[in-house]
T-cell receptor, first 110, second 115 residues
């Protein structure tokens, strides 16, 4: 199935730093979702985006739906140790099926 | 309200056996989707059910099957297990047929190990 290109694959940052990650697709999507997955658990929804250009925040997290509808970005400001985990993007096109990115593994060094 | 419940959490099976995994969606959610997650392949879509009907199917062999009951609970079955079937199997539920409206809510998954 289709997979989204998510980058970077992994990040090691100092506590307090800001984080940016992105997802790109060759297809146009109508919905973008961002999830965080902790070890041994299922992904948890962080932010949902429904319109091109939309910028949405959830606490220290901000995500944007790219104007081209082929990409999305997630930023985390002032990272803290509990931000550690794997972050996934998911895009939905004209069908109901979602396609997931390969994930960005985030490590926060105290 | 209770989240998505998947049972069992862990499972060890031998090659050639079959396995059935269960998923109870959030109360009121009618759409259930299944994913296979492996380190090398990420999240791969298996199938989606809505009102007991399979609506979408991913590119997996016929050994992978599923069904949904009238109470929206879903099961997936894998027959003739292979070593490569070892993975975390995730179930996600959403309120209606278009999960984009409300996003998916995932369960904690079933970790299947085939030996």
């Amino acid at each position: 199935g289709q997979q989204l290109n998510q980058s970077p694959q992994s990040m090691f940052i100092q506590e307090g730093e800001d984080v940016s990650m992105n997802c790109t697709s060759s297809s146009i999507f109508n919905t973008w979702l961002w999830y965080k997955q902790d070890p041994g658990e299922g992904p948890v929804l962080l932010i949902a985006l429904y319109k091109a250009g939309e910028l949405t925040s959830n606490g220290r997290l901000t995500a944007q739906f790219g104007i081209t509808r082929k990409d999305s970005f997630l930023n985390i400001s002032a990272s803290i140790p509990s931000d550690v985990g794997i972050y996934f993007c998911a895009g939905q096109g004209t069908g109901n099926q979602f396609y997931f990115g390969t994930g960005t593994s985030l490590t926060v060094i105290p | 309200k209770a989240g998505v419940t998947q049972t069992p959490r862990y499972l060890i099976k031998t090659r050639g056996q079959q396995v059935t995994l269960s998923c109870s969606p959030i109360s009121g959610h009618r759409s259930v989707s299944w994913y296979q997650q492996t380190p090398g392949q990420g999240l791969q879509f298996l199938f989606e059910y809505f009102s007991e009907t399979q609506r979408n199917k991913g590119n997996f062999p016929g050994r992978f099957s599923g069904r949904q009951f009238s109470n929206s609970r879903s099961e997936m079955n894998v027959s003739t297990l292979e070593l490569g079937d070892s993975a975390l199997y995730l179930c996600a539920s959403s309120l209606n047929l278009n999960p984009g409206d409300y996003g998916y809510t995932f369960g904690s998954g079933t970790r299947l190990t085939v030996v």
